[in-house]
Every structure is written in structure tokens, then in C-alpha cells.
């Protein structure tokens, strides 16, 4: 197999070699078709992050885009992450006061509801829900412009298509993530709240107390660097995967649902790396 035929994935047959080399090429060759293909995906990435630096020194062509795509990623998502944020924050209230065993003071129902919300659940859900609703619309509206040939028009009328498509957004993703995140983690803490004085025996006065009890600012600066990380993560890949669309409509499709894919695993593995690195930090 000479040079060209590894990288451009031209091989022989399994069939053209000699019965006792088969098992052992029809074993190790999807290995190899996998590593390159790992390989390749990562260096098509890293030369992406090459044209996004270069796209943010043209300030003059993602500006005037960046207040629609904030609208859009972050005001019309408002609803749907509160939404989520209250029967999260709700759940979390009731199931903490029925799992108290006889003589835990009640306050832990408010120290636990701050403590879910805040650090794991307010970001890392809202994180999720804007990979599926805001990704998959991303990548489906880059994916339509790359196989309709908009993308290559605007290269045409002398427009960075990078600059003019990918910043903007992601420059949105990590502004407006943080934004809906604090939306999120105040509904979260209040109908918590609600939940324990309308449906539990929890009181008010024991729910602020566990709510002010070993409360660091840090702990909300926490929940808004995993916003920002997430942000920028769900933007920059789900803008990869429409502009790399090929092969029409099905590619659009194919690409909308790898996107999610890869943002969703982007935001649980930066979950994971954030809390291995700062969670230490969040003693009181």
C-alpha cells in the first residue's frame, strides 16, 4: 500500500491477499481506518481553530451579527431553560426533605437545593438543553448554506464566510450561556423554595438558613465558568459540523445530529475536567 492509498483511504481488497494474511488484515485494517479517521478529525479541527483566529481580526464583518445571534441563542431560549430550571430545582427540594433521616435539621433542604442547582445542575442542564435546541438549529442553518452554495457566495462577494457565520455565534454562545445560566440557577433556588413550603413541612426561616449556610461567591463564579466553557464548546463544534456539510439534504441531517452528539459529550466531559480542577476551591 503505497503513501496515497493510507490517507485518501484507497486500499486493496482483503480478498487479493494470500488466504493466510486475511484474518489478520480483516482484524487490524478497521483498527487503522478508525485511528486515521480519529487523527484527521482532530488535525480538521485544530486547522478550524487556525481560521477562526484569523477570522476574529476582521472585527467589521462578525460585529454588526453578533446582536441577532445573541437574540437568538439566549433571549429565545429563556423559557425553556427556566422552564427547566424550576421542575429541576422543585424535584430537588422534595426529594432532599423525604430522604432526611429523623433529627437532620431542615435546613439542609435549602443548602442542598443552592449547592445542586449552582454548581451541577443549573449549568450542566442548561448546557444540554442549548446543545439540542440551539446547536441542532446552528448546525442545520450552516449545514443548508454550505450544500445550497450560500457559503460559497459570500467567499464570492469577498466576505470571510468564517467571519461572517461562526464568530458571531460563538461570541453569542459565550456571552448569552452565563446570562441564561444565572436565570437558571435563581428559578432553580426559588422554586425550590416554593416546593418545600407548599409541599413539604420544610419552613421559610429553615430554608433561607441552609440557603445562607456556608455560601462562598466563588461557588457562583464556578457555575459561571462552566457556562462560559459550555458556551463556547456547543458553539464553535455544532459551526464545525454545518460547515463541513457535504452530500445535500441527508448531510444536513447527518451533520445536525453529530453535532448534537459532540456537544453533548463536549459538555459533560468539560463538566467533569472543570469540577477535577475547581472543585477543590469551593470549601467555605
Known sequence: MSYDDLFTGRHRETSTFPIVQRSGIRIFRPIAQLSLGTFQGIGRRVLFLRELWRALQEPRTYLPH????????????VPLAVMVAAFIGGVIAVQVRYQLFPGV?????????????????????????????????????????????????????????????IIPRIIAGIFMLPVLVIFADIVGVVAGLFASLSVTDVQLSAFMEGLRLGFDPFQVEYSL?????????????????GYVTTAGAEGVGRSTAKAVVVSSMAVLVLDAITALFLAPYLQS
Open 66 to 77: 453578533v446582536i441577532p445571534q445573541m437574540r437568538a441563542i439566549g433571549v429565545d431560549s
Open 105 to 165: 435539621p431542615l435546613s439542609v433542604v435549602g443548602l442542598s437545593v443552592r449547592q445542586m442547582v449552582v454548581l451541577e445542575t443549573g449549568p450542566l442542564l442548561t448546557g444540554l438543553v442549548l446543545a439540542g435546541r440551539v446547536g441542532a438549529r446552528m448546525t442545520a442553518e450552516i449545514g443548508t448554506m454550505r450544500v445550497t452554495e450560500q457559503v460559497d457566495a459570500l467567499e464570492t462577494l469577498a466576505y470571510d464566510p468564517v467571519a461572517y457565520l
Open 225 to 241: 465558568i462552566k457556562a462560559t466553557m459550555f458556551g463556547a464548546a456547543i458553539t464553535a463544534l455544532c459551526s464545525y459540523e
